[in-house]
């Protein structure tokens, strides 16, 4: 069996756990925990031994953790690091590589620069083979892995008619469970986004796609405004979303009156954290004019990456094939019966 280990326990740590537990082909040894809060204690609750830096180990006498991280990663086939952005590269070199040890990184990291901590990123309907033979993995962040999810189905269908994409990324100020940082009542510019470089990552750095992104004083989802140009007339809007029917992690939903009454829903039929997973097509939005697809979808920020490095685990550690890691996936996160639930319950009133 494999061994996994979880460093970092907050929004996207504390998430990957608690569902990776449930598969049995793996065992997952611990979580890292940084700073002595009363999460320490939820996560020995839910049953997860819990590891603290050693230098650190001092400062979390008064609970009952099981070691340092130092020590249980000498025993671990990966880790999952779901540290700060930035501090992923840290443990990179300070850990990961004198220990030897696979590891997935998440997308406030970079694979560009002196900083990068992969040479690939990682996208499960794009590059999912792509990662089977790789030592290091960043997993693209939550807007990145929406862009890809709608961007590749597009491709495969329209390949060279397709002339351009326009995207603004509406993003989220903070998480839910960030009750502790304020929201502030403005609309945020962001200078150079890396999102669009990060997707061209996989899509070529050529790829026609132009992204702009502001910050929004909202927890509830990210929402991208995506232009789709043809070089000739644009399909009908039909046949845009009959194209993600079938596609894993893409809802396409009529009578959402905004980001909130999918949470809402997603609360009220207790999906795990509130998160649905997935991206929605708010189809009532949808344009065909002229030569350009008018698309706005939300992205579930904190939800939608969590069954994405479950993927690349399985990827990573067993090669598996992307039909079987998809099935796998969906036993763990029932992603296709939310998907249904939310279509049913937003579907198209006549
Ligand atoms: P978070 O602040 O909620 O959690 C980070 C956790 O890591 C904290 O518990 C912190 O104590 C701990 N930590 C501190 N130093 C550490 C270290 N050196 N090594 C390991 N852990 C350490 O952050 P988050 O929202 O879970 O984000 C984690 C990563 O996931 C970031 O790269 C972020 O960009 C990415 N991400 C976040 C979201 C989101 O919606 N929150 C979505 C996609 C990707």
Redesign the pocket.
């Known amino acids: 069996m494999k061994k996994v280990f979880v460093?970092?326990?907050?929004?996207?740590?504390s998430r990957i756990a608690k569902f990776i537990k449930d598969d049995s082909d793996i065992a997952l040894v611990g979580i890292?925990?940084?700073?002595p809060d009363e999460?320490v204690l939820h996560a020995i609750n839910d049953g997860f031994s819990v590891y603290v830096?050693g230098d650190k180990i001092d400062n979390f006498r008064d609970y009952d953790v099981s070691g340092s991280i130092e020590s249980i990663l000498d025993d671990c086939d990966l880790v999952i690091?779901?540290?700060?952005?930035g501090?992923?590269f840290?443990?990179k070199k300070n850990i990961y590589e004198p220990k030897g040890i696979k590891a997935i990184?998440?997308?406030?990291?970079t694979i560009f620069n002196n900083n990068a901590v992969a040479d690939v990123l990682f996208n499960s309907r794009v590059n999912y083979a792509d990662v089977f033979d790789k030592k290091y993995v960043m997993?693209g962040?939550?807007n990145v892995t929406g862009m890809g999810r709608i961007l590749n189905p597009l491709r495969e269908k329209y390949s060279n008619k397709l002339t351009r994409f326009d995207v603004t990324l509406i993003r989220r100020w903070a998480?839910l469970?960030?009750t502790d940082k304020e929201i502030v009542d403005t609309i945020e510019m962001t200078e150079q986004p890396h999102h669009g470089t990060d997707v061209k990552a996989y899509f070529g750095k050529d790829a026609p796609l132009f992204v702009r992104a502001i910050k929004v004083p909202t927890r509830q989802m990210h929402l991208h405004i995506m232009d789709i140009r043809f070089s000739e007339n644009a399909p009908a809007i039909n046949e845009i979303h009959e194209l993600f029917k079938d596609e894993h992690g893409v809802a396409v939903l009529w009578t959402a009156k905004g980001t909130k009454d999918i949470r809402d829903f997603a609360e009220s039929t207790k999906f795990n954290f509130k998160d649905t997973n997935m991206l929605h097509i708010h189809a009532n939005m949808t344009t065909s004019i002229g030569d350009t697809i008018q698309l706005m979808y939300s992205d579930d920020?904190?939800g939608?990456?969590i069954p994405e490095n479950y993927m690349l685990l399985q990827a990573m550690l067993f090669q598996r094939d992307y039909q079987d890691a998809l099935k796998q996936t969906e036993k763990l996160f029932n992603m296709d019966e939310k998907k249904k639930l939310l279509e049913e319950n937003f579907s198209k009133k006549d």
């Open positions: 460093n970092g326990y907050g929004t996207i740590g890292g925990k940084h700073s999460k830096p690091d779901a540290s700060p952005g501090k992923g840290l443990n990184f998440q997308g406030g990291e997993q962040s939550c998480d469970e960030q920020q904190t939608i990456v």
